[in-house]
T-cell receptor
Framework: GAVVSQHPSWVICKSGTSVKIECRSL??????MFWYRQFPKQSLMLMAT?????????EQGVEKDKFLINHASLTLSTLTVTSAHPEDSSFYIC?????????FGQGTRLTVV | QKEVEQDPGPLSVPEGAIVSLNCTYS??????FMWYRQYSRKGPELLMY????GNKEDGRFTAQVDKSSKYISLFIRDSQPSDSATYLC???????????FGQGTTLQVKP
């Protein structure tokens, strides 16, 4: 199946700093990518839809100034968590969709200390 | 009412059993149906993808879609301890839009 690569797989940062997470579709072009957040023992919560060459679409309740999304090419989307706080600690997962199914990255575990 | 309902379990079965996982949905516009397996601290892995109604088989896995009942199923034959994971159903109306997920069912296969 298609491959989506997400990097880094885990990161620890200090409060107040920013963290960038990359998501790449390795063998197909994705005009749309999705960013999710997942809390322990819960399903995926969609944060935003990343659109190549245009602004991301954020879900209700997600702060666009805090979670900056850039989709500069058909194979790369980035999520930057700005001014991170301990409550931002979570598992972040990206997804890209080809004309059939959606494929997920490995996930990034963010810990803010 | 959620758009997609999935029993969170946990579901515990002995090794070799047939496992049946199910989701119901309310939006009749859904046409693309997927099943994912997620191990702890990993991203979801696509198991099965089905368009519209019907059955699809891949190895030990069979996916069924009954659009008239708004009900989808995933069957796992000869279950193995390595199948122990959380199984997520997902669906969408179009082939490019966002997916709507079920809550996920936790499965444990005991040796």
């Amino acid at each position: 199946g298609a491959v989506v690569s997400q990097h880094p797989s885990w990161v620890i940062c200090k409060s107040g700093t920013s963290v960038k997470i990359e998501c790449r579709s390795l063998d197909f072009q994705a005009t749309t990518m999705f960013w999710y957040r997942q809390f322990p023992k819960q399903s995926l919560m969609l944060m935003a839809t990343s659109n190549e060459g245009s602004k991301a679409t954020y879900e209700q309740g997600v702060e666009k100034d805090k979670f900056l999304i850039n989709h500069a090419s058909l194979t790369l989307s980035t999520l930057t968590v700005t001014s991170a706080h301990p409550e931002d600690s979570s598992f972040y997962i990206c997804s890209a969709r080809n004309p059939s199914a959606a494929f997920f990255g490995q996930g990034t575990r963010l810990t803010v200390v | 009412q959620k758009e997609v309902e999935q029993d969170p379990g946990p579901l515990s079965v002995p090794e070799g059993a047939i496992v049946s996982l199910n989701c119901t949905y309310s939006n009749s516009a859904f046409q693309y149906f997927m099943w994912y397996r997620q191990y702890s601290r990993k991203g979801p892995e696509l198991l099965m993808y089905t368009y519209s109604s019907g059955n699809k088989e891949d190895g030990r896995f069979t996916a069924q879609v009954d659009k008239s009942s708004k009900y989808i199923s995933l069957f796992i034959r000869d279950s193995q301890p390595s199948d122990s994971a959380t199984y997520l159903c997902a669906m969408s109306a179009g082939n490019t839009g966002k997916l709507i997920f079920g809550q996920g069912t936790t499965l444990q296969v005991k040796p």
